[in-house]
């Protein structure tokens, strides 16, 4: 196996409006960039923040991609189904003990070779060293970190925000305030941060605890991109915790995908969308504000959870 000379899948994910009374009520108007429409397989952010380290690894003449992740893992399944679909290997290093979760499952019918680390052995992953054994066992195969994050994942994201310029006229809209998006490590905002260059802020909304790190993670891209670490803010969205899902939010789930048409998962996009109508009830944006949320993707993973089938 080995890289194709180039990538030129470059999916262009639709911008739609989203119909929901709370907005309506409220006079601001969301129009949703469906990075879950990109691709049945290859859905959400992810393919955006392995674009560059796919074009790392061709140059450094790899002949496939080895990561990390957790047994619902979006990044792992979409990196898995680029690489079939591609013809590049992949191995996937796991966080726990062996499970057959759906998406593990998936992984393995799409040819990733699986690696259960346990729990400490995945929390050793920034450790110096811990790389080096999976890379004298796969010399050929390029190491991407958790989640595709950093500056080369952040870089893959820029191209978001042209998709989103070249439809507003498709809306009618001249032009929008901000955007809005769950963050899991805030890759995908520091990426529009770089492309919009303080044009229009950017709200992360954070499906993880303050302690994850994240506002450190972002600054940090930031930083090494020469960027000042400003046009955004993060917002606390996570309701207790990374994945935990509580009554409410799955109710809230339910209706909006009923009133919009548009299916969520309770850990990054409903709990994202929560935020924004917590944000839009307390008045945080005046009538006539426009905004685009990004759907990051995630339907496959929640396939494995209990309470959202
Ligand atoms: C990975 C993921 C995110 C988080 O993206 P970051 O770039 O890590 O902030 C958000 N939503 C979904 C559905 C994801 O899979």
């Given at each position: 196996m080995s890289f194709p000379d180039s990538f030129d899948w470059l999916p262009q994910a639709p911008l739609q409006p989203m119909t929901l009374d709370w907005l309506a009520q409220a006079g601001v108007e969301?129009?949703?960039?469906?990075?879950?429409?990109?691709?049945?397989?290859?859905?959400g952010n992810?393919?955006?923040?392995?674009?560059?380290?796919l074009a790392a690894a061709r140059q450094a003449g790899a002949s496939g991609i080895i990561s990390l992740g957790g047994a619902h893992s979006n990044h792992l399944h979409a990196l898995a189904a680029a690489g079939q679909r591609f013809g590049f290997a992949?191995?996937?290093?796991?966080?726990?003990?062996?499970?057959?979760?759906?998406?593990?499952?998936?992984?393995?019918?799409m040819g990733m070779h699986v690696h259960w680390l346990g729990y400490g052995g995945y929390r050793a992953r920034h450790e110096p060293g811990f790389w080096a054994p999976w890379q004298t066992r796969y010399p050929q195969l390029y190491p991407v970190p958790e989640g595709g994050g950093g500056l080369p994942g952040a870089r893959g994201c820029r191209g978001l925000v042209a998709q989103v310029r070249q439809q507003l006229s498709g809306?009618?809209?001249?032009?929008?305030?901000?955007?809005?998006?769950?963050?899991?490590?805030?890759?995908?905002?520091?990426?529009?941060?770089?492309?919009?260059?303080?044009?229009?802020?950017v709200y992360g909304?954070?499906?993880?605890?303050?302690?994850?790190?994240?506002?450190?993670?972002?600054?940090?891209?930031?930083?090494?991109?020469?960027?000042?670490?400003?046009?955004?803010?993060?917002?606390?969205?996570?309701?207790?915790?990374?994945?935990?899902?509580?009554?409410p939010l799955l109710a809230f789930i339910e209706a909006s995908e009923g009133q919009s048409g548009i299916a969520l998962e309770p850990l990054y996009t409903g709990k994202a969308l929560l935020a924004l109508r917590e944000a839009v009830e307390a008045r945080r944006f005046a009538r006539?504000?426009?905004?685009?949320?990004?759907?990051t993707g995630g339907l496959q993973g929640r396939r494995g959870m209990t309470g959202a089938a």
């Open positions: 969301v129009a949703v960039l469906r990075l879950e429409q990109i691709d049945p397989l290859i859905s992810k393919w955006f923040k392995l674009l560059e380290y992949t191995a996937g290093l796991l966080r726990g003990h062996p499970q057959d979760t759906p998406t593990v499952l998936d992984l393995k019918r809306l009618g809209w001249a032009d929008y305030h901000g955007w809005w998006l769950a963050c899991g490590t805030g890759t995908t905002l520091a990426g529009l941060v770089l492309a919009e260059h303080g044009a229009h802020p909304a954070l499906a993880v605890p303050d302690d994850h790190g994240v506002a450190q993670n972002v600054e940090r891209i930031l930083c090494e991109a020469g960027h000042t670490a400003s046009g955004y803010e993060l917002l606390d969205a996570s309701r207790g915790g990374f994945a935990k899902v509580d009554p006539g504000t426009r905004l685009v949320f990004v759907h």
